[in-house]
């Protein structure tokens, strides 16, 4: 998938202007102006996070990306373990031996050498390429698609690929394409998770994974900080907001939706949805299944890489269970911001700005 591109500040000024359930404009630079004392900058966050609809009035409550992208992870995740999480195929075998459920990893490689039912070998054309992906298909019968993605350094799904078993032999410009943006560099080859019928009445065209982001305080006691579910809303294979997803909070107790989703305010403009726009599922009415397992699963693995405080993990709902598809160390909690309705207003976050000494 490529990401989406940002939109200019002139269009979105636009767009807040022309939309009907924004604040008046008095109220608009009023809010702008408080923030700007109170944060002591530009509140640009202000947009991002959809403060200038009517009834949000708890502005103080949310927090300025930067802020939020810098004063946390780099004082509560050690650098140097990062990579157990950045890392997708090193995230796979080291959190594998804790018995956590994760999707099978079917082969990788870097550049042309490749690794597959524990051989190496090379390729060095896209015939033997399309050999090897033949024999995973052939030793998987149940597999209908496989998920192709980017070892290390992408994100948001901008190297995330689904195969289906066909395209293997009818889409040999699609399969060329493949194996020259593999070998490139390194990349994995998992199974695709299928998920619990019940998300696929929320959306079924992709995988709606939950961004759950743990904290553990300095004793090693692990809290949950908060979780939303992202979903495509354009019938593509990902879900991640930067590609055009929709988020929507979870409220923690009981795996209920909130009430609204909103896209990715830079890359989509001003969205905001009580439903999914294709499936017309209702947010409000909808419970995410096995929720309670999903947090017992984030809770476990948050304490098996203790260097790691702060972590925001994707996790799927898989048709017997949850399904642990990865972890950021360097995750956007802007995003979190948004689905908690201003995280200061989060008692687990409030403890992490108290440790770090924030007012
Ligand atoms: N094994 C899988 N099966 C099905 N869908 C997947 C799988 N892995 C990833 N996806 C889809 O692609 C999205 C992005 O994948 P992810 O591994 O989180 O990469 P990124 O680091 O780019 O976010 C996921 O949120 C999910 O929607
Ligand atoms: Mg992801």
């Not at 989703?261 to 989509?268: D, E, H, L």
Request: hydrophobic share 35%.
């Amino acid at each position: 998938m490529t990401k989406l591109a940002i939109k200019s500040n002139k269009e979105l000024i636009y767009e807040v202007l022309n939309d009907p359930d924004r604040k008046s404009i008095l109220n608009i630079v009023t809010d702008i102006f408080t923030l700007i004392v109170y944060h002591k900058k530009l509140p640009i966050h202000y947009f991002g996070k959809y403060l200038f609809k009517k009834g949000k009035t708890n502005i103080k409550d949310y927090f300025p990306d930067d802020f939020l992208y810098y004063k946390f992870k780099p004082f509560l995740n050690e650098h140097a373990v990062s990579e157990v999480v950045e890392n997708k195929l090193f995230f796979n075998y080291y959190y594998s031996q804790f018995n956590i459920s994760l999707p099978k990893i079917l082969m990788f490689n870097f550049r042309n050498v490749f690794v597959k039912d524990k051989l190496n070998f090379e390729i060095t054309c896209v015939t033997d390429f399309v050999f090897q992906l033949k024999e995973i298909f052939s030793h998987n019968p149940s597999y209908d698609s496989i998920i192709v993605k980017k070892t290390y350094g992408s994100y948001g799904g901008e190297q995330v690929f689904k195969i289906n078993k066909q395209q293997i032999s009818s889409d040999i410009e699609l399969i060329s394409k493949l194996y020259s943006d593999v070998i490139k560099t390194g990349f994995i080859f998992q199974e695709t998770v299928k998920q619990h019928p019940e998300l696929n009445k929320l959306n079924p065209s992709c995988l709606n994974t939950i961004r759950l982001d743990t904290f553990a305080d300095k004793e090693g006691k692990i809290d949950i900080i908060s979780a939303y579910i992202r979903m495509s809303i354009k019938n593509q294979p990902i879900d991640n907001i930067s590609s055009g997803g929709c988020q929507v909070g979870i409220q923690l107790k009981t795996g209920k939706l909130k009430k609204y989703g909103y896209q990715g305010f830079r890359t989509s403009g001003i969205h905001v949805y009580t439903e999914h726009p294709i499936t017309k599922t209702v947010f409000e009415e909808f419970k995410i299944p096995y929720f309670e397992e999903a947090k017992e699963l984030v809770l476990k693995t948050a304490g098996c890489m203790p260097g790691l405080r702060l972590v925001g993990w994707d996790v799927a709902i898989g048709e017997s269970g949850p399904v642990l598809i990865e972890g950021n160390a360097d995750y956007e909690m802007a995003g979190n911001d948004l689905s908690e309705d201003g995280y200061r207003t989060n008692a687990i976050f409030r403890k992490m700005m108290d440790e770090l000494n924030y007012k």
